[in-house]
């Protein structure tokens, strides 16, 4: 990506968190001015000392207490907006860039793996917010220094002034060489970087498995191998970086020398005072001073960049259709008419010119073997998918619309497997209606025969570990039916809803859920089982293409 775009970028993004740039620029600035005014005191203290001034003794020491005092109110100022400030700016862009990936569109073929994402959502937003609210003030205050101390230093000698200042086209010509490099570099390592946090969280999350597989040494050794690759890549920019400071030290210390000399014969020769010497050796610092920094900014800089690359990568991904919801308020009915869909073009068609239509309150059965597409007909009904060819519709009486994210207000879907949160069972249930009372909830707990959660002596507040952990497979399902059926809508959808429970449960809740049935809804089961057919008006079969 080109460097003009990401500044543009980083311009825009910048907009929330300009207030605190610029207070942290101020608060550089100040400091800056406090460190000449530190020379100036020093100066004219050493030469009452020497018998060059004639001024107080007292006023010079004055000054120099006032000087230090200030100095260290700053320097504490600067590092309590930072830590507070810091961390809200940080907050809000990792807030702003994880809702418009929720809200973004679902393909069904994620390319970038759930570590990777989280380790731009963490990592490389921190390190954005920490380009735009710190390193770029700071570098502001950089530059002032360095400006302001070639002026003060110009003004007692002006050929010093431009013996020291030398440096900066050679400065200029090396960093330019340097930032090309580490960028290069930088990338390669959030990368791999990347790569270890995908392994990890994977690895976490299927650690069962892995375990009745007997493989966890296998990824450990796979970890140990990217962890190896990862040092290799830092060694090397390491290497890189370490080179190109000892060639630039070497050039810093060469300056102090000639300073140094230069100072001593001209103190030799009576043409300055001690505080003058003085003065040179800490305006050559001053001077000097931020290209020390620029050689800690570059890096800081260049792994922004690259992380703004990866950020602006995530914020590309296409949004979701957004508008006023289109809700029905009757019972509707789904048309699928001659629809066509493949996840990818080149490889298998998964349905091809497919007609049908669930009648409003009909309840149906879709059956068919494995990769038939009954979950990605589902998947279209509720527009995470939309068809190559063809439409879906939801209709009622006179009214009809195209399915779209913006009638998915009229579903009710419980997908396949575990998927409660971490969390309390009544924050899972909350999740269905947020508006639920408890009264809610024990009916949509009693009708997914899941009122074994009323038993417990926690009840609703009974916690929930990651992905349903402490309860079986088909308590957590149940649950999860609960939920569903608290969320106000006229078109259920149950992908193998009832596949992890025994098969008196089942029917027990299929009586429930049938016996609620008043033609207010349009049911549509995804499923193998027998049961399940026997209590269905349609039955629609699909076949693997």
């Given at each position: ?23 942290n ?26 018998g ?32 507070l400030?810091?961390?809200?700016a ?7 860039i ?7 569109q679902w ?11 989280l ?10 917010t920490s ?18 101390a070639f ?8 050929t ?38 995908s ?8 650690r ?26 830092v ?25 140094f ?24 610092g ?76 009909s ?35 006179n ?6 994210p913006?009638?998915?207000c009229?579903?009710v ?24 009372t408890?009264?809610?909830m ?16 926690d009840?609703?507040d ?45 029917q ?20 193998h ?16 293409l």
């Amino acid at each position: 990506m080109k460097t003009i775009s990401i500044l543009k970028w980083f311009w825009h993004t910048s907009k929330p968190y300009r207030f605190q740039s610029c207070l942290n620029a101020a608060i550089a600035i100040v400091a800056v001015a406090l460190d000449f005014a530190f020379i100036a005191s020093t100066k004219m203290a050493i030469d009452i000392a020497t018998g060059r001034s004639d001024s107080p003794l007292n006023v010079a020491a004055a000054l120099l207490i006032g000087v230090i005092i200030s100095q260290i109110v700053i320097g504490f100022s600067k590092k309590w907006i930072a830590a507070l400030l810091g961390v809200k700016a940080q907050n809000k862009m990792q807030h702003k860039i994880f809702s418009r990936l929720m809200q973004s569109q679902w393909t069904g073929l994620e390319k970038r793996h759930s570590g990777d994402t989280l380790n731009r959502l963490e990592r490389d937003v921190r390190d954005v917010t920490s380009v735009i609210t710190d390193t770029v003030p700071q570098a502001l205050g950089v530059a002032v220094r360095l400006v302001g101390a070639f002026f003060y230093l110009y003004s007692m000698d002006a050929t010093l002034a431009c013996l020291v200042l030398v440096i900066v086209p050679v400065f200029a010509l090396l960093s330019r060489l340097y930032v090309k490099k580490m960028r290069k570099l930088t990338r390669e390592i959030r990368q791999t970087d990347s790569q270890i946090q995908s392994l990890l969280t994977e690895s976490v999350q299927h650690r069962m498995v892995l375990k009745t597989l007997e493989r966890t040494h296998t990824m450990a050794s796979r970890l140990a191998s990217q962890q190896s690759h990862l040092r290799s890549q830092v060694r090397h920019r390491t290497l890189f970086s370490s080179f190109s400071s000892t060639l630039l030290n070497a050039g810093f210390a060469t300056g102090y020398l000639v300073t140094f000399l230069w100072g001593v014969d001209r103190l030799h020769d009576g043409t300055i005072t001690y505080g003058m010497m003085l003065a040179f050796i800490q305006l050559v610092g001053q001077i000097q001073g931020p290209f020390r920094e620029m050689t800690r900014f570059v890096p800081v800089i260049v792994g922004s960049f690259t992380a703004a690359e990866r950020l602006i990568e995530l914020e590309d991904t296409p949004i979701e259709e957004e508008g006023e919801a289109v809700r029905f308020h009757t019972c509707a009915g789904i048309r699928i008419n001659d629809v066509s869909f493949a996840y990818d073009a080149a490889k298998r068609q998964i349905l091809s010119h497919l007609s049908y239509d669930f009648k409003p309150g009909s309840t149906t059965a879709i059956l068919g073997e494995t990769g038939a597409g009954k979950t990605t007909l589902i998947r279209l009904i509720l527009a995470l998918l939309r068809p190559d060819q063809g439409s879906i519709e939801m209709y009622a009486d006179n009214k009809c619309e195209a399915a779209s994210p913006l009638t998915r207000c009229n579903t009710v879907y419980v997908p396949q497997g575990n998927t409660l949160f971490s969390g309390t069972i009544r924050d899972n249930l909350l999740l269905g209606n947020p508006e639920a009372t408890d009264q809610d909830m024990q009916w949509a707990l009693r009708t997914a025969c899941a009122d074994f959660v009323l038993q417990r002596p926690d009840g609703l507040d009974a916690l929930c570990g990651e992905q349903g952990a402490g309860m079986s497979e088909g308590q957590a399902q149940r649950i999860a039916i609960a939920r569903a059926l608290l969320r106000k809508g006229c078109i259920l959808l149950l992908d193998e809803a009832t596949s992890a429970l025994d098969l008196d449960t089942e029917q027990r809740l299929l009586s429930n859920l049938t016996s609620m049935h008043d033609g207010s809804q349009t049911i549509i089961f995804i499923t193998h089982r027998p049961a399940i057919v026997e209590h269905c008006d349609n039955v629609l079969r699909l076949h693997r293409l």
